[in-house]
């Protein structure tokens, strides 16, 4: 075996490590260790002298192992490695010792500091000591790309993507691609009517050469890794041939029954065969099977009888599709607070307590009002009170701000003031008005004579005190400085509910291998330097399905996320996992342990032999099997037992 | 003056949630015990009933196991594998004459860097209390 010989440098990172950690002490230290050639401190390792620095040292004094203490491998580990690629080493001779997230900004007592940074440092060395260097490998990247979610960032994404002549398959679980920007009737803080800047972009994707879409569909399962994923979707029976429907809307027009719209907000009605909004992409509709008198009872069949292009077909069943992808963007949008949960709001009791996307359907033109602001017995209501703050900002609910809803109050503020002569009480904690141009518009509203009072709401109420009397409501706020109590008349009441995550985002999570924030959005990468992509390579998150935001924002983080995307395609391969299992056929009993817990499938059994063996490529190096092997025939490479033992005694001399 | 014990903990953090999650600690600047050091292991279900014994023979008084939240971890179910192995292996520590006590699983996500030092401070302060483990180390 050829001599080792380790290089180990120690970071200041300004004063970040260097004002609680005695570095100076430390890089002494090291050098004292067995088979250390050098150790050095330095200012700012990862700053291109300090790079340099190692590259040079590898070189003169024949390093041949490398150890950086500095910050967590998960920041700087792709750095050093490379430093070490560039000058001739494996990138697998490299360690990392974090002595800043886990020793200088998480200890207070510098001595005690200095010793575990020691310790750490005495770790790595030991560690490092065992690392062999160990082969990179390259597979190459599918072109296609599987957008899961068909919102405007869904949308973006699979344009922007789709207009390099990159193959998307976009998945939309509803019968129609629009996601909630549809259901908006202006858009803040320019008031460009939603549907005119989107439908021309749905349309797009409807029939766009490169957009496969498929509407009222769900991913059921995806397997692989970045460059090769396979994904199964379930494309749910809309009982019409997608192929023969010409979009004529006969069907929905002859249907005999109604049922409440989901698209209005539960404030209109819909047929039983339908396309959410005229607009839809595709125009094709689906028979809501739960409600259809012909699959309920057996009778009826009228949308059949008038469907001239023959594309009923009742005998429709769910089709399983199965696509292979190199990338992924999740772009599954969120859902708003039901605030029935909080009685204290009178939603649900009160006619005219309503939610926020309730009010853009009932502003919008094409809206079960035809865009009239009324209430529910037609008239015109003398004043409107905007909430702010329903489920979000509140212990009891949500902790975050949903960062939308006050410029959209404002919003709202201005569609009243435009329509009626209502007068218009915003009730707030805190006016956020935090976007380009956010500032004017809320200047703006306040000229135009908006009453703002502020005001934690406790309950709403009706003005006689009558459970049932649907006339004048009375809102109580508390001012949350002084404590002083103020109630405001209303006819209407429009709660300006959170945006939340979706109901089924852990399914989503499971199906695709992210993680999710305790506040149940979807775990970004790095929330400052890596807001798109997600620790599963190839997988990224786009839109409010990753947080609560508004337009402009889910656009450029789509448009990021399908940069992302076209850089791997456009690169054309990617490298995979290299610290994978390896099972010693000698030492192998073949009692098939690893075969059953492996996730991936990677362990088979060799029949003849009587031995496992694992599938490299399928690997992922979670290390699940060397850990339950019986008979230690398993190297799990780069986390090998040998390596995480002489870290334990190093840590603990 | 008596000095105060403090109890040597070695924690074995899955790199996708618990190393990351004790990143987050340290970048929302949360203290905690000096004596808790962490080894990286790519999946808590790496962590083999070896590698603990080792850490008591070597003079820990106490080791944490921590992965992704069940049904998040990276590798699927490598959290579940984790979980059951150190259920059994707890009993046999008792049986070795280590306290069961000594050992823990957690499960943190990337983004609990409170919560990682919550257990911490948690688990230190039992550990204190059980005071130092001797008993095991004349096993080596
Ligand atoms: C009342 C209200 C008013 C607003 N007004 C404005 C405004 O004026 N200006 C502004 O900039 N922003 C406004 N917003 C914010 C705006 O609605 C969001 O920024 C935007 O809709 C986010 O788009 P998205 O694509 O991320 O999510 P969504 O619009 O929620 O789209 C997600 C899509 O994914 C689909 N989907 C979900 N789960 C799955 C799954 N598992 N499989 C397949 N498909 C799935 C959904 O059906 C949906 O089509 C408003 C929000 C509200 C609530
Ligand atoms: S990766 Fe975290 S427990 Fe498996």
């Known amino acids: 075996m050829e001599e080792v010989r380790i290089g180990v440098y120690i970071c200041h990172c300004g004063s970040n490590i260097a004002g609680t950690v005695d570095v100076a ?13 050098i150790a050095r401190d330095y200012k700012f390792m990862c700053s291109e002298p300090g790079q340099e620095m190692i590259g040079r040292d590898i070189k003169e004094l024949g390093l041949n192992r490398v150890i950086v203490a500095s910050c967590s491998p998960h920041m700087h580990e792709p750095t050093f490695r490379r430093v070490c690629e ?93 996601g909630h920007m549809i259901q ?65 809307g006969l069907c929905q027009e002859k249907c005999p029954w109604k049922v409440t719209s989901e698209f209005d907000m539960g404030l209109g009605q819909r047929k039983v065969i339908y396309t959410p909004f005229p607009q839809a992409v595709p125009n094709v509709p689906v028979i809501d099977r739960q409600n259809c008198a012909y699959f309920q009872k057996g009778k009826c069949r009228a949308c059949e009888k008038f469907c001239e292009a023959g594309a009923i077909d009742f005998e429709q069943e769910d089709k399983l599709v199965e696509v292979e992808v190199g990338n992924i963007i999740v772009a599954t949008g969120f859902q708003t607070f039901d605030p029935s949960i909080a009685t204290q709001y009178g939603y649900g009791k009160f006619d005219n307590v309503i939610t926020g996307l ?120 508390e001012d949350p400085d002084n404590s002083k109590v103020t109630q405001v008349p209303a006819d209407m009441v429009v709660l300006c509910a959170a945006i939340e995550s979706q109901q089924d985002a852990n399914e989503v999570a499971h199906i695709l291998s992210i993680s999710r924030k305790a506040d ?3 775990l970004e990468r790095h929330p400052k ?44 391969k990617v490298e995979i996992e290299a610290a994978t299992s390896i099972i010693d056929e000698e030492k192998c009993s073949g009692c098939r342990i690893c075969e059953f817990l492996c996730p991936y499938g990677a362990i088979s059994f060799i029949e003849d032999k009587e031995v496992c063996r694992v599938n490299e490529a399928l690997c992922k190096g979670c290390g699940t099997c060397a850990a339950a092997c019986p008979s230690g025939a398993i190297t799990s490479k780069h986390f090998t037992t040998e390596q995480i033992m002489a870290e334990i005694e190093g840590v603990l001399v | 003056m008596k000095v105060e014990y403090q109890p040597k903990v070695i924690g074995f953090l899955c790199n996708w949630c618990s190393y990351a999650g004790a990143d987050m600690a340290g970048t929302s600047r ?35 196991i921590s992965g992704c939240h069940p049904g998040d971890c990276h590798y699927t179910e490598g959290n579940y594998h984790a979980r059951r192995r150190f259920a059994l292996l707890r009993n046999f520590l008792d049986y070795l004459g280590i306290a069961k006590e000594r050992l823990r699983v957690e499960w943190v996500s990337a983004s609990e860097g409170q919560r990682f030092a919550e257990i911490v401070a948690s688990f230190t302060t039992e550990l204190a209390e059980l005071g130092p483990c001797v008993k095991e180390r004349s096993l080596g």
């Open chain 1, 184 to 248: 908006l009737d202006k858009t803040f803080p320019t008031l460009d009517c939603s549907a005119c800047i989107l439908t021309p972009k749905m349309s797009q994707v409807g029939s766009h050469p490169y957009i496969e879409l498929l509407s009222y569909s769900e991913v059921e399962e995806v397997s692989g890794y970045v460059g090769s994923f396979k994904a199964k979707i379930r494309k749910k029976a809309r009982y019409v041939d997608e192929e023969k429907c010409t979009g004529c």
């Open chain 1, 358 to 477: 309730q009010f853009e359907r009932l502003c919008n033109a094409t809206g079960p009002t035809g865009g009239n602001i009324q209430l529910k017995d037609g008239s015109i209501p003398r004043s409107v009170a905007l909430v702010h703050c329903i489920g979000s900002r509140d212990e009891n609910y949500h902790d975050y701000c949903s960062r939308v809803c006050c410029m959209y109050a404002l919003k709202h503020s201005h569609l009243i003031k435009e329509k009626t002569n209502s007068m218009v009480y915003q009730i707030f904690t805190d006016i956020r008005c935090f976007g380009k141009d956010y500032e004017d518009f809320y200047q703006r509203l306040v000229k135009e004579g908006v009453n703002f009072v502020r005001g934690k709401v406790q309950q709403v109420t009706s003005a006689n005190g009558k459970e049932a009397d649907q006339g004048r409501l009375i809102i109580t706020a």
């Open chain 2, 30 to 64: 949360i203290s905690y015990a000096p004596n808790v050091r962490i080894i990286r292991v790519p999946c808590s279900g790496r962590v083999d009933p070896l590698l603990v014994l080792k850490c008591f023979q070597r003079g820990a008084d106490g080791v944490l």
């Open chain 1, 529 to 572: 330097l890596d807001p798109v992509a997600t620790m599963t390579e190839g997988i990224y998150v786009v839109g409010c399905c990753q947080g609560p935001k508004d337009i402009p924002d889910t656009v450029s983080q789509a448009s990021a996320a399908a940069a992302r995307v076209l850089a791997l395609i456009s690169k054309g």
């Open chain 1, 520 to 522: 149940g959005f979807f």
């Open chain 1, 25 to 37: 002490q430390v890089s002494q230290y090291a050098g004292t260790l067995d088979s250390v050639v």
């Open chain 1, 86 to 178: 560039e000058a001739g080493l494996n990138r697998y001779s490299f360690q990392m010792a974090n002595i800043r997230e886990h020793c200088s900004w998480v200890t207070e007592d510098h001595e005690k500091a200095t010793e575990k940074a020691q310790a750490l440092v005495q770790a790595a060395v030991r560690r490092v000591f065992y690392h062999e260097p160990l082969e990179i490998r390259e597979v190459p990247v599918n072109s296609n790309t599987l957008i899961v979610g068909g919102g405007i960032a869904g949308i973006q994404a699979a344009l922007e993507i789709a207009d390099s002549y990159h193959k998307v398959y976009l998945v939309e679980r509803e019968p129609s691609i629009g």
